[in-house]
């Protein structure tokens, strides 16, 4: 089953090209489009109502782009938005959780810790996930601040690296054995823990499980591209442009436009 058109990607800025790194990891020969909504990031500060919005808004762009589906490569929009969007579209959309049930299953401590945005951590969604584990203690963690400051490219700041020990040492303390990252943003923190977290303490992301799940969705529903010429892979974001082409590492072009 061929299917040419691109596969679609929202965040709420910057931080989902971790998770589009995973999936042109994956299916190198897939034309993507990528929208960082970076003016109204994080979107973890917002209600609920306004996150529905602004996830509906991001569709509907990429639908008129003639996307195959949609990854909403944005915990904060998958755990608040992500039932509205599949009932009111008629196009596969992935969303992006936690990693808690791997975390759950193979901790030793029995302790694991999540950091994420104020908007995950009070979802119904991630609630659901959490109840499965009663066996388990969830240390939670909001990561105020950390989006801005990533989207402002101060990844290396003196400021980050307070923030991060202000969250991560408690929760060491706790003797957690796993971190869950809750935020597509915060892969791009991962070099930044590690100096923090000793040795012991494991880092779970979901980029890879999302990439696998789009390539499992394509396979099964939708249509791989077919190919007969080298992909286009296009970024779109409603701000400044310069952290979003220095987050990718100055290799493709980015478009800024509004949406």
Known sequence: ????NPIGLFDSGIGGTSIWKEIHQLLPNEDTIYLADSKNAPYGQKSKEEIIHLSCKNTEYLLNENCKIIVVACNTATTNAIKELRAKYDVPFIGI????KPAALHSKTQKIGILATKGTLN???FYKHVEQFQDIQVI???GFGL???IENGEINSKEMKTLLKKYLNPMIASNI????LGCSHYPYLIPQIK???PSNIKII????AVAKQTKKILDEKVGFREINEKSKQLFYTNTNPKVLIEILENKFKVIEKKF
């Open 97 to 100: 959780e936690p990693a808690i």
């Open 123 to 125: 979802s119904e969604l």
């Open 1 to 4: 089953m061929t299917n040419n």
């Open 177 to 180: 054995d796993y971190l869950v």
């Open 205 to 208: 992301d979901s980029g890879e």
């Open 147 to 149: 989006v801005e400051l």
């Open 195 to 197: 100096k923090i977290l």
């Open 140 to 142: 939670e963690q909001i």
